[in-house]
């Protein structure tokens, strides 16, 4: 009987601990938004890593997003791209910091960040990238306005 429940705990630690780990690389999972007539807003905390990655959708399903202002479009992994459905494009030629690659290009319907919502977004799909995150990209960003302070980004949507 006590070796069951020293395994129950020790399951139960590791449950708990994962969890807080969890929610230090990504404090945004469930980002508040505030919204008027005017705007929407969502602030962001930075992660343990110095990064912004927040979870959002992709056309009404999770997506984790890496904030990038140095990629051009929202990329998406392939593996992530084949789950969330999304199909390539015709093929391009992209610049990485590992040098140039083939991506494809795409279209995004919804991309969804709190109460933020963009339509239509350009997007590429990477075969090469391995990562487990959406780069962010000015594709996205360009269509919202972003202020750093100190440890937090706040992201605004202006609503005409």
Same mark, same amino acid.
């Given at each position: 009987?006590?070796?069951?429940?020293?395994?129950?705990?020790?399951?139960?630690?590791?449950?708990?601990?994962? *969890?807080?780990? *969890?929610?230090?690389?990504?404090?945004? &999972?469930?980002? $508040?938004?505030?919204?008027?007539?005017?705007?929407?807003?969502?602030?962001?905390?930075?992660?343990?890593?110095?990064?912004?990655?927040?979870?959002? =959708?992709?056309?009404?399903?999770?997506? +984790?997003?890496?904030?990038? =202002?140095?990629? @051009? *479009?929202?990329?998406?992994?392939?593996?992530?791209?084949?789950?969330?459905?999304?199909? /390539?494009?015709?093929?391009?030629?992209?610049? @990485?910091?590992?040098?140039?690659? @083939?991506?494809? +290009? =795409?279209?995004?319907?919804?991309?969804?960040?709190?109460?933020?919502?963009?339509? *239509? $977004? /350009?997007?590429?799909?990477?075969?090469?990238? &391995?990562?487990? &995150?959406?780069?962010?990209?000015?594709?996205?960003?360009?269509?919202? +306005?972003?202020? &750093?302070?100190?440890?937090?980004?706040?992201?605004?949507?202006?609503?005409?």
């Amino acid at each position: 009987m006590m070796i069951l429940a020293c395994a129950v705990g020790m399951g139960l630690l590791t449950m708990f601990f994962a *969890d807080v780990e *969890d929610r230090q690389r990504n404090p945004n &999972q469930l980002p $508040v938004s505030h919204s008027s007539q005017a705007q929407h807003q969502v602030e962001l905390a930075r992660n343990r890593a110095g990064h912004y990655l927040v979870t959002g =959708t992709i056309n009404r399903q999770p997506a +984790e997003f890496l904030l990038d =202002t140095g990629a @051009t *479009d929202v990329v998406i992994p392939e593996i992530i791209a084949g789950s969330l459905n999304i199909s /390539r494009g015709r093929p391009m030629r992209a610049m @990485t910091a590992n040098g140039p690659i @083939t991506v494809y +290009e =795409t279209r995004l319907d919804e991309l969804s960040i709190g109460a933020i919502t963009l339509f *239509d $977004v /350009r997007a590429s799909i990477n075969p090469a990238m &391995q990562a487990s &995150q959406i780069l962010l990209g000015m594709s996205a960003l360009k269509q919202i +306005e972003f202020i &750093q302070r100190g440890d937090s980004l706040t992201l605004t949507q202006y609503l005409e």
